[in-house]
């Protein structure tokens, strides 16, 4: 398999790929190695941004959605463009970690473990943009069906409340996905450590797991089966996502396809990474291309997106579509529409050559490039599609406020405050699915 090869190819597995090895290489990252100034600037940078969140969070509370730049008829905008995007970018770890485990694909072992976290902190972020939109978020536990005196029941037609049985079902499988992998782990960790806080720490978050044949059997079952139900849950949410604008009679929301942007986002995390920490030994080229080669594909089936979108407006002759589609090529946001083009179809076409997927900094400015791409489309398909309503006397124009960047930027920190200290206190790759590949491997002399 590619992944065996891969794996066999690395200077650290190379000749003496032992348990010791590989346990020594990722557990001494959490366990012994002190902070790498690459990750402690990170850090700064990241709860900078994170203090810009909460006081913007904070604003919000105490003024209400006003400080945004939103209006009649652009009642929607930064907020719902970030839940959106983020959602996007969490469905990627999904793919990664559980598509690819059903696929048999091996070559995820060095790669799952750090995608999952992505997918959790990124669902988080995604979670809590609807509400801070609610106008009164402090109420959010209305949109839940609960036993109350007042009868206060959600509205059923309302897609608030898809939304939180979807991300609520989506987030609480993720952390139960992540976490039951990374048990034998904990485990592994809490027996390579040598301070007491960390043994028990690491022990109670193990769960009392001693690596036996029956501890395993049940694992891999129960493993598997989180797999099969996490899978579906990634087209379901995307699916409950677009039908938050699917129900409406807005042009430019009927046919509205949201593809995942989370590979790019895989790769700004992993290149980073492997860097930092010395781990090119585990996410190796093969793994970066592989990567590329998935963001290649999505980007593809969005160009088809953005293609067909266009021949469907025509060819249903309906003069509110055309109108929209016209509007997004030669509108004042215009600039806008082929930002995303250039961004999303003309960028990610340097994949196709070899020496550009062989090469991280390439990767690292295209990934970027994409997920700027891919937060624009989510707000063109929002905000393009409102300020230009049936009547021209509803016509309005949107300008984001320093609150819309702030709440923006801060939830980026937030989410990468959040990435940084898992680094740093939990395996970034699968120690026990590492070792488990590495014994399938030839010794070699």
Known sequence: MPSESTLAATPVLRGHYSDASITDKIADIVLVQPAHWGWIAGLGVAAAFTLLFLVAISYLL??????????????????????????????????????????????????????????????????????????????????????????????????????????????????????????????????????????????????????????????????????????????SVHSVVSLDFAIGNTPGWHSTILLFSGFAMALTLCIPLRAVFGLRAFITARHLDNIAKLMLVCCLIVTYSYLIEIFMAFYSADPYTIAMTMNRVQGPYAPLYWSVVLCNVVVPQALWFAHVRASPLSLFMIAIVVNIGMWLERFMIIVVSLHRDFLPSAWGMFYPTFWDLATLAGSIGCFALLFLLFLRFLPAISIAEMRKLARRLPRRA
């Open 62 to 235: 105490a003024k209400g959605v006003g400080i945004w730049g939103i209006n009649e008829p652009v009642a929607w905008a930064f907020a719902i463009t970030d839940f959106v995007w983020w959602v996007g970018i969490g469905h990627a770890g999904t793919f990664i970690s559980a598509f690819l485990l059903l696929l048999r694909q091996s070559w995820r072992t060095s790669i799952n473990r750090f995608a999952e976290a992505m997918t959790i902190f990124a669902v988080a972020m995604a979670g809590l943009m609807p509400i801070l939109h609610l106008g009164r978020p402090w109420f959010f536990y209305w949109l839940i069906p609960y036993p109350n005196i007042m009868n206060v029941w959600p509205q059923w037609r309302s897609p608030l409340v898809w939304d939180i049985f979807a991300v609520g079902t989506y987030i609480i499988v993720s952390i139960l996905f992540w976490y039951m992998g990374l048990i034998p782990d904990l485990a592994t960790l809490r027996d390579s450590a040598r301070v007491r806080w960390k043994q028990v720490a690491y022990g109670l978050l193990a769960l009392g797991w001693r690596g036996e044949a029956r501890h395993w059997h049940r694992f891999d079952t129960a493993y598997l089966l989180m797999a099969g139900l996490a899978t579906p849950l990634v087209i």
